[in-house]
């Protein structure tokens, strides 16, 4: 198993913030990873499961908890319209290697980034499709050491979160797509990867959607009726294309960002009554990790 230290995570995050690792795993199998997750429950160590870096904030100073990143797990089996694959397949390489296959379903998902045990853990989606729309079964690593499959309509799935999943590693899942002609399916690929460039900063570094859709309303909309859009702290920026990604314009840090992120929150809250809840995870040791 790989393993690097005194690593920089700005390297490993979209965000492009982070300051250094002391360790990382690279487990390449499921099995792999189940060991090291094992051997550092059993010497009572935490450690942050780490897949594409794409919805998280790393704080700026040394992280000595142990980092495991799946990024090697990329493993993809597909028979029929099954298709079986390992967290640490990238997301949008898995949607258009199935597409291209003439698997369908996923099309609106294409352009997320992360990977696909990411994507599980948070139940990632865009327009009106979510990742858990045709899985069978997500396979875990149980608090208890167990190996197991959970079905579907086990995993506790809603809008951004798997409430199942929450304390368990996931290791891989199963879905059954719809089988159909490539070509439409690439075409609507093309179409949602058009809409994602025109409408989202995709020129800068992020995490994508800093918080999630309060109940009633779009997060994004309202911080920029609060006159919050272009607002910048440090390197970090209310992005001025889409006010519901905060961007990394100018070697932002951690801090920089998260006192945006508390802008946000306060002035919305005052102006409007709404409270916004982060979508993106903070890794343990961030300055507001909760």
């Known amino acids: 198993m790989k393993h690097l230290q005194n690593i920089p995570l700005k390297n490993y995050s979209t965000f492009r913030i982070g300051g250094v690792a002391k360790d990382i795993f690279f487990p390449g199998t499921p099995h792999e990873l189940v060991e090291i997750v094992c051997r550092h429950r059993a010497d009572n ?12 904030l790393f704080p700026d100073s040394e992280i000595l908890m142990p980092i495991i990143s799946t990024s090697e797990m990329t493993a993809c089996v597909r028979n029929g319209g099954t298709v079986h694959a390992q967290a640490g397949k990238i997301m949008d390489a898995w949607v258009l290697e199935c597409l291209r296959e003439g698997l369908g379903g996923i099309e609106c998902l294409s ?32 608090r208890d050491g167990r190996v197991i499959d959970i079905p579907k309509q086990e995993c506790g799935f809603g809008y951004r979160q798997a409430s199942a999943l929450r304390e368990a590693v996931v290791l891989a899942g ?117």
């Open 45 to 56: 160590v935490p450690f942050w499961i780490h897949g594409g870096g794409a919805n998280t």
């Open 111 to 142: 352009g997320i980034p992360g990977t696909l045990g990411g994507a599980l853990f948070m139940n990632a989606g865009a327009y009106g499709h979510e990742i858990s729309d045709h899985l069978v079964s997500v396979t875990v690593l149980t």
């Open 174 to 290: 199963t879905w059954s797509l719809p089988q159909s002609d490539p070509k439409p399916l690439l075409a609507k690929r093309k179409e949602i990867l058009a809409r994602r460039k025109e409408k989202q900063p995709l020129e800068f570094p992020s995490a994508g959607s800093v918080f999630k859709r309060p109940e009633g309303a779009y997060a994004s909309q309202l911080i920029d009726q609060a006159g919050l859009k272009g607002l910048r702290v440090g390197g970090a920026q209310v992005s001025e294309k889409h006010a519901g990604f905060i961007v990394n314009v100018d070697n932002a840090t951690c801090r920089d960002v998260l006192e945006l992120v508390e802008i946000c929150r306060k002035t919305v809250r005052e102006r409007f009554g709404y409270e916004l809840e982060l979508e993106q995870c903070l890794c343990p040791f961030c300055p507001d990790h909760k």
